[in-house]
C-alpha cells in the first residue's frame, strides 16, 4: 500500500465509529481543561442534588415527621386508597391502549408510504404541543352536559365528565405519543429488507413480526411503556380539569395531594406523595435496566 492511500486509510479510520467518539471525550490532559472539568461535574452534581435530591428528601422527612403510625394511618386511609386504585386504573388503561396504538402507528408508518402519512405522524403528536389544562377543558367541552356530545351521552346515562371514565380518557391523550415515539425511530432504521425476504420465503405476516420486527423493538417498545406509564401516574392538569376533584370518587393520588395540601394537613399529604417518590423509583430503576439491556 502506497503511502498516499495508508494515509487515507488511517485518516479515515480516525474519523469513524467509536475513534471519532474518544476523540471527543477524551480531551487533552491539561489543567484548564481539568479544572474546566471538575467545575462543570460540581455544577451539576449541585443542581441535580438542589433540584432532584432534596425535594426528595424533603418529602420523606415531613411524611414520617409525626410518627410512622401517623404515616401509616395517611397512606391507609380509605380516599389514599381509592385515589390509588384509580391511579393505578387509569394508568394500566392508559398504557394498555397506547402500546396497542404505538406499535400498529409505528408499524404502518415506517413500513407503507401513502399520502397524508406526514400528517398523521403530526396529528400523534399534538398531546405534546397542547397544555393537558387545555386538553381536559376541550374533554368537557366535548363531552359534558353543555358539550356538543353532552345531549347524546345524557339521553343513554353514559357520564364522563366528573367520573372515572374521563380521568381515563384524559389520561390517554396526554400519554398518547410516549410508546409510538419511542418505537417508530426504530422501525424506520430497520427497513424492511429483512420482512421482505422472509414473505419471499412463504412467512406469513404475524410469523413475520413476532420472529424479525419483534425482536428489533422489544427494548424499545418496553422503555416507551416505562415512560408511558411515569407520565399517567404523575398527570395533574387534565384531570384535574375533568376530574371534578370529587373525593373518593375521581380524585387520582396527585390530585388527592393537592387536596391534603390545601387542607393544611401537610403530614398526610407528605405521606400520600410518598407513594408517588416509590412509585417513580421503582420506574426509574426500570428505565435504567433498560437503557443498560439496549446498549
Same mark, same amino acid.
Given at each position: 500500500m502506497s503511502k498516499k492511500k495508508q494515509r487515507s486509510y488511517s485518516q479515515d479510520i480516525v474519523g469513524d465509529s467509536i475513534h471519532s467518539i474518544q476523540k471527543v471525550i477524551e480531551p487533552p490532559a491539561d489543567t484548564?481543561?481539568?479544572?474546566?472539568?471538575?467545575?462543570?461535574?460540581?455544577?451539576?452534581?449541585?443542581f441535580l442534588f438542589l433540584m432532584l435530591v432534596l425535594p426528595l428528601v424533603v418529602v420523606v422527612v415531613n411524611a414520617l415527621r409525626d410518627g410512622f403510625h401517623t404515616y401509616v394511618e395517611a397512606v391507609l386511609d380509605e380516599y389514599s386508597i381509592k385515589a390509588l386504585q384509580l391511579t393505578l386504573l387509569a394508568t394500566v388503561i392508559a398504557v394498555t391502549v397506547n402500546t396497542i396504538f404505538g406499535v400498529f402507528a409505528s408499524y404502518l408508518l415506517s413500513k407503507f408510504y401513502f399520502r397524508g402519512r406526514q400528517f398523521l405522524a403530526t396529528l400523534i403528536d399534538i398531546p405534546f404541543s397542547i397544555s393537558p389544562v387545555i386538553a381536559g377543558l376541550i374533554f368537557i367541552l366535548t363531552f359534558g352536559n353543555v358539550g356538543w356530545m353532552g345531549e347524546f351521552f345524557y339521553e343513554h346515562n353514559i357520564k364522563?365528565?366528573?367520573a372515572a371514565p374521563g380521568v381515563i380518557l384524559a389520561t390517554i391523550f396526554v400519554t398518547f405519543p410516549f410508546v409510538f415515539r419511542e418505537l417508530f425511530p426504530v422501525l424506520n432504521a430497520q427497513g424492511k429488507d429483512e420482512e421482505e425476504a422472509a414473505a419471499l420465503m412463504g412467512a406469513k405476516g404475524f410469523t413475520i413480526f413476532r420472529k424479525i420486527t419483534f425482536p428489533h423493538i422489544k427494548w424499545a417498545l418496553?422503555?416507551? /411503556?416505562? $415512560?408511558?406509564?411515569?407520565r399517567a401516574m404523575g398527570e395533574f392538569g387534565a384531570v384535574s380539569v375533568i376530574s371534578g376533584h370529587l373525593r373518593g370518587k375521581t380524585n387520582t393520588l396527585p390530585l388527592h395531594v393537592e387536596i391534603l395540601y390545601n387542607e393544611?394537613?401537610?403530614?398526610?399529604?407528605?405521606?400520600?406523595?410518598?407513594?408517588? /417518590?416509590? $412509585?417513580?423509583v421503582l420506574i426509574l430503576i426500570?428505565?435504567?435496566f433498560v437503557e443498560w439491556k439496549k446498549k
Open positions: 484548564s481543561s481539568r479544572i474546566l472539568k471538575y467545575l462543570l461535574i460540581g455544577i451539576s452534581i449541585l364522563i365528565v366528573f418496553l422503555y416507551g /411503556v416505562i $415512560l408511558c406509564t411515569a393544611f394537613n401537610t403530614t398526610a399529604a407528605f405521606a400520600v406523595s410518598s407513594i408517588l /417518590v416509590l $412509585l417513580a426500570a428505565r435504567n
